[in-house]
Structure formats: structure tokens, C-alpha cells
């Protein structure tokens, strides 16, 4: 299987920062890597498809980048609505997973 | 609108069995591949199962092959997982997503159910 892991597992950042999470697979996965928001008590949100596509209606604040084994998630200046935990799939092939979450904190 | 609405979770005892539905609504769905997604209490998401479109190809996580089955009914716009055999360590929220593709099982998650938790304890 193919491991996710994410860096870091908790991020301190205030509104209007400019955050970064980092995504690394345990093999080559092309661009077949999506972004996921969840916050507490709510279904995963799909923001980012395909390492950097952007899914219809998510900000243009929210960008990916990579390819390979090591992928980006960044948000360009942070909003009160960003505070939540993100994680990274690979969908390069079956059995997908999922990074371990990366959780942003108001600091 | 996409709606996907996951029931029949609940507190069972280690070896017992479950069936848990999701009903879809506001898609063709029969056009798309569906999946299980899990989250244990306080933890990250576990890909759970995969079923085509047409129930041609279905796949599952090591984790449950073998004790769970998925299944979808095209007519009733429904989604199955019947879990067997369960264990401690299948405690958790259970959502049901919609594959973003349709001509196969992709493995991109594009809309979410709301969850139903299963809950494995004596």
C-alpha cells in the first residue's frame, strides 16, 4: 500500500498568514493526489483534485502543487473559515489512503 | 442538489453484524461509482470499499476484506455495506461518498454524506 504522510500534524497560524502543508507519498503517484477540509463534526469538504485543480467554489486562496512523491497545499492568506483539519489521498491507485491530518490552529 | 444520506449505524457487540444504507438523491446514481469512508473517534480517515456503477468491479481495505460487503440497488438510489464479524476497531463514523468519476472506480471523493456512527462495545 502506498502511506501518506503529512507535515506537520498541527499548524499555529493567524488570520492573514500565509500557511503551507505538506503531503509526501511512499511512491511515485503521478498527480493523482486530492486535498480534503474537515471541520469538527462534518463530512470532509474535497478542495484540491488532481495535485492542483481546484474544486468548484473553493477559494481561490487554496492552491496545490506537486507531483510525484511531494505535494503542497497552501493557503495564500488565512481566513477564520480555514481553521480545520486537512488531509491529503492518494488516488493513484486502490487501496486509496489518507495522510494523518494536518490540524490549524488560531494562534 | 447532491445529497447523500447515511443510516443504520448504531451500538452492536464485538461479533455481531450491522447493514448500513445511504440514500442518494439530486445525481444520476447509477452513472457513478460510491465507497465507504471511515473515521475512528479522534482519528483520520481510513478508505473502507469501492463499488463500480454497475456493481461490475468492487473493492475493499484490507482491514475489512472478507467480514464486510458492499452492495448498491440502481432502482432504490441506494448504497449498502453489511459488516460481519465486527470488532472493537471498527468503531467509527461511516460515510458514504460519491466517486468523481463515472466510467470507473476513481477513488476521488466529490460529495460526502453526513455520517453514521457504529459503535462496537460489550
Known amino acids: 500500500d502506498i502511506q501518506m504522510t503529512q507535515s506537520p500534524s498541527t499548524l499555529s497560524a493567524s488570520v492573514g498568514d500565509r500557511v503551507t502543508i505538506t503531503c509526501r507519498a511512499s511512491?511515485?503517484?503521478?498527480?493523482?493526489l486530492a486535498w480534503y477540509q474537515q471541520k469538527p463534526g462534518k463530512a470532509p469538504k474535497l478542495l484540491i483534485y488532481?495535485?492542483?485543480s481546484l474544486e468548484s467554489g473553493v477559494p481561490s486562496r487554496f492552491s496545490g502543487s506537486g507531483s510525484g512523491t511531494e505535494f503542497t497545499l497552501t493557503i495564500s492568506s488565512l481566513q477564520p473559515d480555514d481553521f480545520a483539519t486537512y488531509y491529503c489521498?492518494?488516488?493513484?491507485?486502490?487501496?486509496?489512503?489518507f495522510g494523518q491530518g494536518t490540524k490549524v490552529e488560531i494562534k | 442538489e447532491v445529497q447523500l444520506v447515511e443510516s443504520g449505524g448504531g451500538l452492536v457487540k464485538p461479533g455481531g453484524s450491522l447493514r448500513l444504507s445511504c440514500a442518494a438523491s439530486?445525481?444520476?446514481?447509477?452513472?457513478?461509482?460510491m465507497n465507504w469512508v471511515r473515521q475512528a473517534p479522534g482519528k483520520g480517515l481510513e478508505w473502507v470499499s469501492s463499488?463500480?456503477?454497475?456493481?461490475?468491479?468492487?473493492y475493499y481495505a484490507d482491514s475489512v476484506k472478507g467480514r464486510f460487503t458492499i452492495s448498491r440497488d440502481n432502482a432504490k438510489n441506494s448504497l449498502y455495506l453489511q459488516m460481519n464479524s465486527l470488532r472493537a476497531e471498527d468503531t467509527a463514523v461511516y460515510y458514504c461518498?460519491?466517486?468523481?468519476?463515472?466510467?470507473?472506480?476513481?477513488?476521488?471523493?466529490?460529495?460526502w454524506g453526513q455520517g453514521t456512527l457504529v459503535t462496537v462495545s460489550s
Open positions: 511512491q511515485s503517484i503521478s498527480s493523482w
Open positions: 488532481k495535485a492542483s
Open positions: 463499488i463500480s456503477s454497475s456493481s461490475s468491479y468492487i
Open positions: 439530486g445525481f444520476t446514481f447509477s452513472s457513478y461509482s
Open positions: 489521498q492518494q488516488y493513484n491507485s486502490y487501496q486509496w489512503t
Open positions: 461518498a460519491r466517486d468523481s468519476y463515472t466510467a470507473m472506480v476513481g477513488g476521488l471523493f466529490d460529495y
